[in-house]
T-cell receptor, first 111, second 116 residues
Framework: TQLLEQSPQFLSIQEGENLTVYCNSSSVFSSLQWYRQEPGEGPVLLVTVVTGGEVKKLKRLTFQFGDARKDSSLHITAAQPGDTGLYLCAGVRTNAGKSTFGDGTTLTVKP | DTGVSQDPRHKITKRGQNVTFRCDPISEHNRLYWYRQTLGQGPEFLTYFQNEAQLEKSRLLSDRFSAERPKGSFSTLEIQRTEQGDSAMYLC??????????????FGPGTRLTVL
């Protein structure tokens, strides 16, 4: 059983479109991270959210942490081909130390 | 560059051989993590250290795997008697425990292992 479920698994859109990807769990996390990963490279941190209901913006990316700290979403406005990649969410449970990852959403933005 | 570094970036070996990977964390980070990632999946936790102490090991980490962090700085991950199923990307990450936004892990570029 996957602790963190990400959806959709694959997403292919045209440049300029908006999109939202989701990260859901039945567990409560003390913090949650979103990463973007290119093929053959390690994940690169985009954001950390720690407070229930928190919203963070990073240029065209908007991240939201659920009120109960069990889920999160990533919204991209006016997607660009450079946004193409694997988007991973990872949660850390209180005192757990390690991160638990979802299997990611593979995003392809076509010019 | 003051990020997490890993060496080598790629390793091809024959089944049954031993391999060792190195990770150098961000210098002020006291926690270091090892993960394994296979195609189409997210990273899976293997083990982590706080300073030189190994605090947790996953059940994924069989007896053929051993990790060390002797001086609380760099770490090594050794796989003995490699099997084809060990082929994966091995990722190292580090974090600073006890700081605001603690447990945010920063990843290295990974070591791609191919076992023939």
């Amino acid at each position: 059983t996957q602790l963190l479920e990400q959806s959709p698994q694959f997403l292919s859109i045209q440049e300029g479109e908006n999109l939202t990807v989701y990260c859901n769990s039945s567990s409560v996390f003390s913090s949650l991270q979103w990463y973007r990963q290119e093929p053959g490279e390690g994940p690169v941190l985009l954001v950390t959210v720690v407070t229930g209901g928190e919203v963070k913006k990073l240029k065209r990316l908007t991240f939201q942490f659920g009120d109960a700290r069990k889920d999160s979403s990533l919204h991209i406005t006016a997607a660009q081909p450079g946004d193409t990649g694997l988007y991973l969410c990872a949660g850390v449970r209180t005192n757990a130390g390690k991160s638990t990852f979802g299997d990611g959403t593979t995003l392809t933005v076509k010019p | 560059d003051t990020g997490v570094s890993q060496d080598p970036r790629h390793k091809i070996t024959k089944r049954g051989q031993n391999v060792t990977f190195r990770c150098d964390p961000i210098s002020e980070h006291n926690r270091l993590y090892w993960y394994r990632q296979t195609l189409g999946q997210g990273p899976e936790f293997l083990t982590y250290f706080q300073n030189e102490a190994q605090l947790e090991k996953s059940r994924l980490l069989s007896d053929r795997f051993s990790a060390e962090r002797p001086k609380g700085s760099f770490s090594t991950l050794e796989i003995q008697r490699t099997e084809q199923g060990d082929s994966a990307m091995y990722l190292c990450a580090s974090s600073s425990q006890g700081v605001h936004l603690a447990d945010t892990q920063y990843f290295g570029p990974g070591t791609r292992l191919t076992v023939l």
